[in-house]
């Protein structure tokens, strides 16, 4: 009797470890197939996310650009840069500094080396030598964050076009339609710079006096670019 009680004991044991066994697999199986599953309740907030018209964010994609400025100084050290910078100022000369490590100290835009020959004679006559440097952008793409964010696209573009084509009346009376259009009356404190360069520039009376200045329209597009971008 003692036999088949410890085999039906047995008998038992492994009927009841395969049941579980089974249960285990069952269990399991449902598990991965709930993994497999869309998660719709994480996947709905991006969507919305994406979707959001509200959301001020704007990608902004400027083409390559390229432009000649004078070259007046290069530094290892930022504070001798801003020296010579601030020197040049004092002397009538928009100067700007323009790199870092090192820091180049430059004055000008124009389309070509000799569009600059005016600017670096007149740089001379003070005392100061520059050379030609062309100054190479690629295509830059910047995600534009918070309020104003098309304004200030619209903006950088019409910067780009400059770099590109030069000064003209045409791209400069473009600004002042796209300020008048979206700035509204309370316009961003970090875009005032940038318009009053454009209205410095339309009231200059010289493509020379324009080229004089260019550089400083440009230092203050990177300024805002920074600043807009996050970066």
């Known amino acids: ?15 009841g470890i395969m049941a579980l ?11 991965l197939e709930l993994l497999s599953q869309p998660g719709h309740e994480a996947t709905a907030p991006r969507q919305v996310q994406s979707l959001d018209k509200n959301n001020p964010d704007t ?6 650009a390229g432009f000649w400025t004078c070259q007046l100084g290069l530094f290892q050290n930022e504070h001798n840069a801003q020296l ?56 830059r793409s ?4 918070g309020t104003g964010g098309q ?22 009376a473009k600004e002042e ?5 979206q700035a509204g009356e309370h316009p961003l404190p970090d875009l005032d710079r940038l318009h009053q360069l454009y209205g410095q520039l339309r009231a200059k009376n010289t493509p020379e006096e324009q080229k004089a200045l260019g550089l400083s329209l440009f230092f203050e597009s990177q300024r805002v670019i920074y600043k807009f971008s996050g970066k």
């Open 1 to 15: 009797m003692k036999i088949i009680d410890q085999f039906k004991v047995l008998v038992v044991l492994i009927l």
């Open 59 to 64: 990608v902004l994609v400027l083409p390559k």
């Open 151 to 172: 304004l200030t696209a619209e903006l950088l573009k019409n910067v780009n076009t400059i770099l590109e084509t030069g000064f003209n009346q045409e791209v400069l």
């Open 21 to 31: 066994a089974l249960l285990t697999w069952g269990i399991g199986k449902i598990y």
């Open 84 to 139: 010579l910078r601030d020197q040049l100022i004092v002397m009538g000369f928009k100067a700007e500094v323009i790199s870092a490590d090192p820091w180049m100290v430059a004055i000008g835009l124009g389309r070509t080396a000799d569009e600059l020959k005016g600017l670096r004679q007149a740089l001379e006559e003070k005392g100061f030598l520059s050379i030609p440097k062309p100054i190479s952008l690629p295509e």
């Open 142 to 145: 910047f995600r534009v964050a």
């Open 177 to 181: 339609q796209l300020w008048a259009a």
